[in-house]
């Protein structure tokens, strides 16, 4: 059910506003039905009642009462006196319509000893004979009563029935159909004027929306592209709080880079000193450790510095064969004899930064070295998904502290040593790395041990 909801903004307030008009409009709508059918049936009560007090029996010079000729219907308005009530078997009396014609005569002056009032289709008169002969002649029966409702009362002195009739005619079908018109005609109107308004908030709203999608995947855009401030003033007040915090951030940015270079120019300098000073120690095997720190101080720097900037790349996207880098960088193990191979693999071009995706590659390769002593590295397209895999055959890693591992600064040998884990920043650099393309890497256990992480693309 909720598939078929809307999911925008707009969409879900045409349909509350829909919803709530048809509630509204049905309401109505029955009431002013009930209020029909009111008026109808009182109209009727003061027809009987009327031609129960005022209405008179027509009768000849000889003081008999006058009927009509056979087979015509006696006048609808004349009062009929008869010996015996006109009520058959099969009518159903209407107790509601005798309480009210009861107290309309009695607040007349008119004392009913019994009243009987029911309805009677049309077809079961010498009335509806000759409403269905004027039918056949006409060839049309709109207009023609629905039924007769008849009054049969005997008053407190008399033993006779005074007998009135009245019509009731068929309801106006246009009351339904103007019901049906009057709310198009505010569906139309309403919903249009809404439309348009919540159209002036969520228009500026979707742009805002493509703006910080675009800036979260690319932190370096300008301030061209921003959005203007637009729409009612809430939305306006929101479009410019955004502009001065996408200033802000990218004020803080740019003053983090200059801040990393000058790091990393401050601290590179004096240990490339270093390094030509410790030239000048005689002891072999005491220099060898000291270029070793040295070199390890040099990359952490180098990776703190990469992860720190990964968010703000200032090399290009270009289309490069997966399969083919990938392949480069275990060449270059391989080259240093190390224990990293090939497996199967899938050619595959995406829009990458080759510099950047062959970093996280080699880390990943690098971690698995370092803890399981070798790596297969593979590519394989998997549904929409370019998948690098690199597995070992190590000890693995705990299942609790599988997503801790990729966080920065986080192995699990406590200490710093290179041969044991170095600083913790491979693995949070190639996630950064694959995030920036849009990906995700992921570590799991193999089911035969080791470790498998995979770098997921985006195809």
Same mark, same amino acid.
């Given at each position: 059910?909720?598939?078929?909801?809307?999911?925008?903004?707009?969409?879900?307030?045409?349909?509350?506003?829909?919803?709530? =008009?048809?509630?509204?409009?049905?309401?109505?709508?029955?009431?002013?039905?009930?209020?029909?059918?009111?008026?109808?049936?009182?109209?009727?009560?003061? #027809?009987?009642?009327?031609? @129960?007090?005022?209405? *008179? &029996?027509? *009768?000849?010079?000889?003081?008999?009462?006058?009927?009509?000729?056979?087979?015509?219907?006696?006048?609808?308005?004349?009062?009929? *006196?008869?010996?015996?009530?006109?009520?058959? %078997?099969?009518?159903?009396?209407?107790?509601?319509?005798?309480?009210? !014609?009861?107290?309309?005569?009695?607040?007349?002056?008119?004392?009913?000893?019994?009243?009987?009032?029911?309805?009677?289709?049309?077809?079961?008169?010498?009335?509806?004979?000759?409403?269905?002969?004027?039918?056949?002649?006409?060839?049309?029966?709109?207009?023609?009563?629905?039924?007769?409702?008849?009054?049969?009362?005997?008053?407190?002195? #008399?033993?006779?029935?005074?007998?009135?009739?009245?019509?009731?005619?068929?309801?106006?079908?246009?009351?339904?159909?103007?019901?049906?018109?009057?709310? !198009? !005609?505010?569906?139309?109107?309403?919903?249009?004027?809404?439309?348009?308004?919540?159209?002036?908030?969520?228009?500026? =709203?979707?742009?805002?929306? *493509?703006?910080?999608?675009?800036?979260?995947?690319?932190?370096?855009?300008?301030?061209?592209?921003?959005?203007?401030?637009?729409?009612?003033?809430?939305?306006?007040?929101?479009?410019?709080?955004?502009?001065?915090?996408?200033?802000?951030?990218?004020?803080?940015?740019? /003053?983090?880079?200059? @801040?990393?270079?000058?790091?990393?120019?401050?601290?590179?300098?004096?240990?490339?000193?270093?390094?030509?000073?410790?030239?000048?120690?005689?002891?072999?095997? /005491?220099?060898?450790?000291?270029?070793? $720190?040295?070199?390890?101080? $040099?990359?952490?720097?180098?990776?703190?510095? #990469?992860?720190?900037?990964?968010?703000?790349?200032?090399?290009?996207?270009?289309?490069? %064969?997966?399969?083919?880098?990938?392949?480069?960088?275990? %060449?270059?193990?391989?080259?240093?004899?190390?224990?990293?191979?090939?497996?199967?693999?899938?050619?595959?071009?995406?829009?990458?930064?080759?510099?950047?995706?062959?970093?996280?590659?080699?880390?990943?390769?690098?971690?698995?070295?370092?803890?399981?002593?070798?790596?297969?590295?593979?590519?394989?397209?998997?549904?929409?998904?370019?998948?690098?895999?690199?597995?070992?055959?190590?000890?693995? &890693?705990? %299942?609790?502290?599988?997503?801790?591992? @990729?966080?920065?600064?986080?192995?699990?040998?406590?200490?710093?040593?290179?041969?044991?884990?170095?600083?913790? &920043?491979?693995?949070?650099?190639?996630?950064?790395?694959?995030?920036?393309?849009?990906?995700?890497?992921?570590?799991?256990?193999?089911?035969?041990?080791?470790?498998?992480?995979?770098?997921?693309?985006?195809?």
């Amino acid at each position: 059910m909720k598939r078929f909801l809307p999911k925008s903004l707009q969409g879900q307030m045409l349909l509350a506003v829909a919803l709530a =008009l048809l509630v509204a409009q049905g309401i109505g709508a029955s009431v002013a039905y009930r209020a029909q059918l009111e008026r109808e049936d009182n109209g009727i009560i003061h #027809s009987l009642a009327f031609r @129960m007090i005022g209405g *008179r &029996i027509l *009768r000849d010079d000889d003081g008999r009462e006058m009927r009509p000729p056979p087979g015509r219907p006696p006048r609808m308005g004349r009062l009929l *006196r008869m010996a015996e009530t006109p009520l058959r %078997e099969s009518d159903h009396r209407n107790h509601a319509f005798e309480d009210k !014609l009861g107290r309309i005569l009695a607040a007349q002056g008119f004392v009913a000893t019994e009243i009987q009032v029911f309805e009677r289709d049309t077809s079961d008169t010498v009335l509806g004979r000759f409403i269905e002969r004027r039918r056949a002649l006409r060839g049309d029966g709109r207009g023609d009563p629905k039924s007769i409702v008849v009054a049969a009362v005997r008053g407190q002195d #008399s033993n006779e029935w005074l007998v009135a009739r009245t019509l009731r005619d068929q309801r106006e079908p246009r009351f339904l159909r103007n019901l049906i018109l009057q709310t !198009l !005609l505010i569906y139309v109107v309403l919903i249009g004027v809404i439309a348009l308004i919540l159209r002036q908030i969520t228009k500026p =709203l979707a742009a805002l929306t *493509r703006r910080v999608e675009d800036f979260a995947a690319n932190p370096t855009l300008g301030p061209d592209g921003r959005v203007e401030p637009q729409g009612p003033l809430d939305t306006r007040s929101l479009i410019a709080a955004h502009n001065a915090m996408e200033a802000r951030i990218g004020t803080l940015l740019d /003053e983090k880079d200059v @801040m990393l270079g000058a790091i990393g120019h401050d601290l590179k300098t004096p240990l490339a000193a270093l390094r030509v000073r410790i030239e000048s120690v005689d002891d072999d095997d /005491e220099r060898a450790k000291m270029a070793g $720190t040295i070199e390890d101080i $040099t990359r952490t720097l180098d990776d703190i510095l #990469s992860l720190a900037r990964v968010g703000r790349p200032s090399d290009p996207q270009e289309p490069t %064969e997966i399969s083919a880098l990938t392949a480069s960088v275990v %060449e270059e193990f391989e080259d240093m004899g190390e224990a990293v191979e090939l497996g199967d693999t899938t050619r595959i071009v995406l829009s990458v930064r080759a510099t950047w995706l062959r970093r996280a590659i080699r880390n990943l390769a690098s971690n698995a070295l370092r803890y399981a002593g070798g790596a297969c590295v593979t590519v394989e397209k998997r549904g929409k998904l370019a998948v690098i895999s690199v597995t070992d055959n190590g000890p693995g &890693i705990p %299942e609790d502290e599988l997503d801790r591992m @990729m966080e920065p600064f986080e192995r699990g040998d406590p200490s710093r040593n290179r041969g044991t884990g170095g600083a913790g &920043i491979g693995l949070a650099l190639a996630r950064a790395i694959a995030e920036q393309h849009g990906g995700s890497l992921v570590l799991e256990n193999r089911a035969e041990g080791g470790l498998r992480a995979e770098i997921r693309l985006p195809l």
